[in-house]
């Protein structure tokens, strides 16, 4: 399991770095790709909740060679550190389509039994940048279901801190939502201490939503957003998603505070209030970012290119 040598199937962006990772992490790549963003051009049906065929997704071309065994596939999403991936027998969802998460098991268990691909189904839990039908994959989040979460903070970098905020919000670009973690990973602590807010209000580590290496962090007022119409969501794994508005955009209104890990950092805003001098235009920020789109790929090649920043939705070009 922990050969470093995945088959070469799942390789596309990366090169000898993705040839350099465990086996594990490049299955968990591969499968991630293929079924979050590449699914429809690889010929594969995603169904209600976002569910395909194990047998289809394990013969598709970006994971076919890897040749990963049925016992290798179950190790590899019960101990994903992300809980990435649901894993359930086909029957289970025949039997329960009108209650996909309360009636489905959606973790490696006992009740997965059998020795047979044909008899599962596989999902990628969020960061879809394809269609797929929510049903069975996503819960609302509402104040009528009392399912609003304490915390929700996006994490990202000083970088692409300055590109949200010429940008009016975060955006959602390529992909179907933006991400938000309902808490802080491990190891993380709010630079306020007041014991007042949301940042401060103790709750176990987030597993998912957000990167480890996060600096900047950008907590949401909910019930605002929620109120002003803004519909928020939460994957089985725990991350709260959004659309934003019809743009894809969530407005810096909607900022709760803003605070900076690094050491002197502090508080970068507060209560939806632009930072003095901090103008946002809206029409210059698309000039700027059309204008780094069409001057190289991800690495910068040909002009300034795409910026490298550290965001946890990783497919958005300037980081947002």
């Known amino acids: 399991m922990s050969s470093r040598r995945g088959g070469g199937a799942g ?4 090169g000898k770095y993705f040839a350099d990772m465990p086996r594990e992490q490049q299955i968990s790549r591969a499968l991630s790709r293929l079924l979050r963003h590449s699914a429809q ?19 598709a071309r970006p994971v076919k060679g890897f040749k990963i065994t049925l016992p290798e596939l179950k190790n590899l999403i019960a101990s994903n550190d992300k809980q990435r991936f649901s894993l359930i027998l086909a029957s289970s969802l025949q039997e329960g389509s009108e209650k996909i998460e309360s009636e489905i098991p959606t973790s490696i268990t006992e009740q997965l039994d059998s020795d047979d691909p044909a008899d599962y189904l596989i999902r990628a839990n969020q960061g879809h940048s394809i269609q797929v039908d929510n049903e069975g994959l996503l819960t609302a989040i509402t104040e009528e279901a009392g399912n609003v979460p304490e915390v929700c903070v996006h994490g990202t970098d000083e970088a692409a801190w300055e590109w949200i905020l010429k940008g009016g919000g975060l955006r959602k670009f390529s992909r179907n939502h933006i991400h938000f973690a309902a808490g802080l990973p491990a190891g993380f602590k709010s630079v306020v201490q007041d014991g007042g807010d949301i940042g401060e209000k103790e709750a176990a580590p987030v597993i998912s939503g957000m990167r480890k290496s996060s600096t900047v962090l950008i907590y ?10 803004v519909k928020f969501f ?6 709260i998603l959004t659309e934003g508005d019809g743009k894809g955009l969530l407005s810096y209104e909607f900022f709760k505070r803003v605070e900076s890990r690094k050491k002197g950092g502090g508080v970068l805003m507060s209560d939806g209030e632009l930072p003095e001098g901090v103008k946002v235009d809206v029409e ?25 920043v550290n965001d946890d939705s990783r497919d958005v070009l300037a980081g947002f």
Do not use: M, T
Request: charge should be positive.
């Open 11 to 14: 390789g596309g962006r990366g």
């Open 41 to 59: 051009q690889e010929g594969l049906k995603l169904g209600k909740g976002g569910y395909a065929a194990l047998v289809d997704v394990l013969n």
């Open 220 to 229: 949401v007022d909910l019930k605002k957003a929620l109120g002003k119409g």
């Open 234 to 239: 939460k994957s089985e794994n725990g991350v």
């Open 284 to 308: 210059a920020w698309e000039k700027e970012f059309a204008g780094r789109r069409q001057g190289g790929g991800r690495g910068g090649r040909g002009g300034r290119g795409r910026a490298r």
